[in-house]
Structures are given as structure tokens and as C-alpha cells.
């Protein structure tokens, strides 16, 4: 899978950007502050619908050109035919309330059905955070991973999210006499129906995503480190787990939930563990190895996505040269040119033709503009 042509209106600091990508590597160069995030950024809400770095979308819409609308457009090409993608940010000039929309070959349809029609893994600083963060980020990386190439786990998800939040104001509800029992019990049986498939999910491709990730990451360390990851669910036995069996735990805790108005079980309490030599990496890692663990986990997502969906996801890596040393920097542009394409930012030129693994298409980003080299 690669992209062709990517054109970019009003986003961020872009006013009006068409770009021709190479199918292979394609580098933009430029100092910090000048755009080099922001076209990853475009490129990745194009694959998932939204940006990955902000919920409020007003702030993606360049507010110097006086427009109150953006768009991204890209021509995508996967398994020998090529395919039109574009997402429409609207802001109303009034009350600044913004409204998405997308379209896949000049046709409107929703954001559920835009999400993997262009697969795309990216890594970038905050990804450093699925290593060292709270379990929100782990479960973030696993949601976008399998919402990319399962819908049905994406409509699950979006249903839990939303019972959760019923749930838990019942279970409030019912500690202050506003509220009964047996509501409680409505709201339960929704929350085991999609609950139990959402973990089960994460669990399986999590440890799809771990062989692969076990296979990359002795290319890129130096000495004996053993990594291991682990899924983590809420409850026990997660394997054996049936909707029965769960609506007793349910049963078991209910006086203990009414207590903290909150529910106690289920993939909102999902996590990993991520060890290196037996002991937390988040703990006792380098921020150099912290970054060589993550920068493999991410490429790892990218085979087991490829395996998944038998073609390669774009690979877009934001930065990654700068803080390693010219051996590793070497060893990772050898194994990216695994993939049909990779767009890869980086402040300096100096990084890439020093490098004898050095092959793609410069691109040059300065206040919002970018020039092919």
C-alpha cells in the first residue's frame, strides 16, 4: 500500500500543499515548529479519521488563511488499484462547533467505514508513552490497531464506551436512592455482550503483534536484553470466560461497585505488561532502550497488520534519526525499506546522506511550505 498524491488546504500551519510520493521512502527535512508533525499528522487522520494529537478539532483548521474549513485528500493505491480518500473538517463560524465528514471515491460514507481504507502505523515522541504512560495509552495503541482492520471491533468498542459511562451512573444513581438494582442489571447484561469480545480481541492480536515484535527488536539492541510482553485483563482466566461466568463476578462485586459508583470490570481496566530482563521497562529501562522497545512494538503492529491484511501499511516515523547513534540509525533504515512506503521526518539532511542505507525522495518543509528537493 502506498500513497500517491496527498493534498492538504487550511491544515494547521498548511495553507494549500499537493504532494507526489515516491512508492518507497520519502524524507522531509526541516527545523522543529515548521510542519514536519503536522504533515504526518494529516497523513495519519486520513487512515483513522481524526487527529492523534487533539481532540478539538477547530485546532486543526489553519486559522490564519480566514477559512473555517480544511480538507485532506490522498490517491491510494493497494493490491493494483487505486482508490480516492478525502476528510472534510467544517468549523461553524458561530458557535465554532466542528463537523467531520469523508469520502471514498467521490462517494460520502461514515466514519467507520473510512477507518482502514488507508492503513497507515505511525511513530512518533508520545508513542514513548505506551512504554512509560498510564494503561490508557496501551489501550489506545491495541484499539487503533484492531479498529484498522476490524469494524466489528471498532462498533464494539464505540457501544462499550458508551454503556460504560450508563453503567456507572446508574451504579451512582443507586447509592443516592435515585436509582434500582434491577436497572443495574439491564445495563450489566450490555456491558458482558461486548465486553468480553473486546478483550478476548486485544488479547489475541496483542500477542500477534508481540512475535513480530520479538523477531525486530534484536536488530536494533546491542547485548543480551530479553523483552517479554504479557496481556493483562481485569479478570482472571480471561480464556475460559463465558457471559455466565462473568455476570457472576458481576454479582460477586456489585455492593463493592455501588460503593465507588464505578464498574470494576471489563476492557476499560485492559493493559500490558512490557518487560525487559524480568523487571518493568518503564522502570528500569534507558530512554534509549525505552525508545528501541517502542520503535520495534510499532514496527512489530506494522507485520502483524501486513500478515492481517496481506499488504504493507504506510510507515510514517516522526523523527526517529536524531537520538540514534549511526549504527542503529543504519540497522533501521535497512529494515524500513522492507515496506512499499515510509515517510520519514528529520531536522537535518545530515542524518540521511551520511547514511550508506540512504535511498527515497527529499522533501524540504520551511513555515508551512514544502519543496521537493
Not at 478539538?56 to 488499484?81: F, Q
Amino acid at each position: 500500500m502506498y500513497i500517491s498524491k496527498f493534498q492538504i488546504n487550511n491544515f494547521r500551519n498548511f495553507n494549500d500543499v499537493s504532494l507526489d510520493f515516491e512508492k518507497g521512502s520519502n524524507y522531509f527535512i526541516g527545523r522543529n515548529g515548521h510542519g514536519k508533525s503536522n504533515l504526518l499528522e494529516a497523513i495519519y487522520a486520513l487512515s483513522i479519521g481524526k487527529s492523534y494529537r487533539t481532540s478539538k478539532g477547530i485546532n486543526l483548521v489553519n486559522k490564519d488563511s480566514g477559512s473555517y474549513s480544511s480538507y485532506l485528500k490522498g490517491i491510494a493505491h493497494y493490491n493494483n488499484s487505486a482508490s480516492d480518500l478525502m476528510l472534510n473538517i467544517e468549523v461553524d463560524k458561530e458557535t465554532k462547533r466542528v463537523s467531520k465528514t469523508y469520502s471514498f471515491n467521490s462517494s460520502s460514507v461514515s466514519s467507520i467505514d473510512f477507518i482502514g481504507k488507508l492503513n497507515v502505523v505511525l511513530f512518533e515522541a508520545k508513542d514513548l508513552s505506551i512504554i512509560t504512560g498510564s494503561p490508557i495509552a496501551r489501550r489506545r495503541f491495541l484499539d487503533i490497531h484492531i479498529s484498522q482492520q476490524d469494524f466489528s471491533y471498532l462498533k464494539a468498542l464505540q457501544r462499550y464506551n458508551k454503556v460504560l459511562q450508563s453503567r456507572n451512573k446508574v451504579l451512582k444513581d443507586i447509592k443516592i436512592g435515585k436509582s434500582s438494582k434491577l436497572e443495574l442489571e439491564f445495563w450489566t447484561e450490555k456491558i458482558i455482550e461486548d465486553g468480553l469480545i473486546i478483550s478476548k480481541r486485544r488479547k489475541e492480536k496483542l500477542y500477534k503483534i508481540t512475535d513480530e515484535t520479538l523477531k525486530i527488536f534484536p536488530n536494533f539492541i546491542f547485548g543480551d536484553e530479553n523483552l517479554d510482553i504479557n496481556f493483562v485483563a481485569s479478570y482472571d482466566d480471561l480464556d475460559n470466560l463465558n457471559n455466565d461466568s462473568l455476570k457472576a463476578i458481576f454479582a460477586e462485586n456489585i455492593k463493592r461497585e455501588i460503593s465507588l459508583g464505578s464498574t470494576l470490570y471489563g476492557p476499560h481496566k485492559d493493559d500490558f505488561d512490557i518487560n525487559i530482563n524480568g523487571h518493568p521497562s518503564s522502570e528500569f529501562s534507558s530512554r534509549g532502550q525505552i525508545r528501541t522497545i517502542a520503535l520495534a512494538l510499532k514496527l512489530g503492529e506494522a507485520n502483524a497488520l501486513k500478515n492481517n491484511i496481506n499488504n504493507s501499511p504506510i510507515i510514517a516515523l516522526d523523527d526517529i534519526l536524531s537520538e540514534l547513534d549511526e549504527v542503529r540509525r543504519g540497522t533501521v533504515m535497512d529494515y524500513i525499506d522492507n515496506y512499499d512506503q515510509v515517510i520519514l521526518t528529520a531536522p537535518d539532511e545530515k542524518l540521511l546522506v551520511k547514511n550508506p542505507k540512504f535511498n527515497g525522495k527529499i522533501f524540504f518543509v520551511k513555515n508551512g511550505e514544502i519543496i521537493d528537493k
